[in-house]
């Protein structure tokens, strides 16, 4: 397999970063960057990494791009402090060959979720792109998920070994279905989205809530997880809604900046 470097970004993992550590114990390097825990996670941190580093939160990408500079291997593999690796997907990069890996810029990798110590079937498979050759792919900047591109599709590949997220985590109903949360990421995705030339239409507000509801409900089977499912589907097609509601706002000021210039 190609030297790799794991990476994993945290703050306040005490709890789960043990278990993160441990399951990429196989990997060349291990870099951890904190953005300013108060618990025990830089002792942790320190009995497992290669390097610690603590650094102010630069934002989901910034921080992570950060971090890919602190590596000593082009291959990188990023995982979060309340992440595990499984054993699947580490047979499954230590079986890639350096001249199978010269073919491919990244690798999609599917993530298990957890809320409140339950397994999310709608969110099954929820491919990320963890595991990329920093000198090959771009950055998407995104101001909520990190995510990279391959420098073209046909140079990216999915992998079936898994990451499981927020197995171990003490994550409480407020953490996926508080309003507060929800707000403050609310107007930053709705300003991008404008800047990326996305507009709302009234069928946006209508139609899209529905189609997520949907789409998590029915098609990704969140039904099978009885109420459950409801509340994860129900939260899929608020976000929804809310998001296509801030964009609009957004429009609207930037439409009521334009008159009064």
């Known amino acids: 397999m190609p030297p790799i ?16 550590c441990q399951s990429v114990a196989w990997a060349d390097e291990l870099i951890i960057v904190d953005s300013g825990s108060k618990d025990r996670t830089a002792e942790i941190a320190r009995q497992y990494a290669h390097r610690y580093v603590l650094e102010p939160w630069r934002g989901h990408s910034g ?13 990188i593999f990023f995982l979060d402090g309340d992440e595990e690796c499984t054993p699947q997907l ?34 099954w498979p929820d491919h990320l792109t963890r595991i990329f050759h920093r000198k090959r792919c771009s950055w998407d900047g995104h101001v909520l998920h990190d995510t990279r591109q391959a420098s073209d599709p046909s140079r990216q590949r999915k992998f079936k070994g898994w990451i499981i997220h927020k197995r171990l985590s003490k994550a409480a109903f407020s953490d996926y279905f508080s309003g507060a949360r929800m707000d403050e990421r609310l107007l930053p995705v709705a300003r991008q989205m404008y800047e990326r030339g996305k507009r709302c239409h009234w069928w946006d507000l209508l139609i899209r809530p529905w189609l997520a509801f949907i789409k998590f409900y029915f098609i990704k089977r969140g039904f099978l997880d009885g109420v459950f499912g409801l509340l994860i589907a129900q939260k899929a097609a608020l976000s929804a809604q809310l998001k ?8 609207e000021e930037h439409k009521a900046g334009s008159k009064g210039k």
């Open 5 to 20: 470097s794991v990476v994993i970004c945290c703050a306040n993992s005490e709890d789960t970063l043990p278990a993160a």
């Open 63 to 75: 921080q992570k791009m950060f971090a890919s500079g602190l590596c000593t291997h082009d291959w």
């Open 90 to 123: 580490a047979q499954e990069w230590k079986a890639i060959s350096d001249s199978e890996a010269e073919k491919f810029d990244l690798f999609l990798i599917p993530r298990q979720n957890y809320v409140m110590g339950r397994l999310v079937r709608a969110w």
């Open 244 to 251: 296509y509601a801030a964009l609009w706002a957004v429009q």
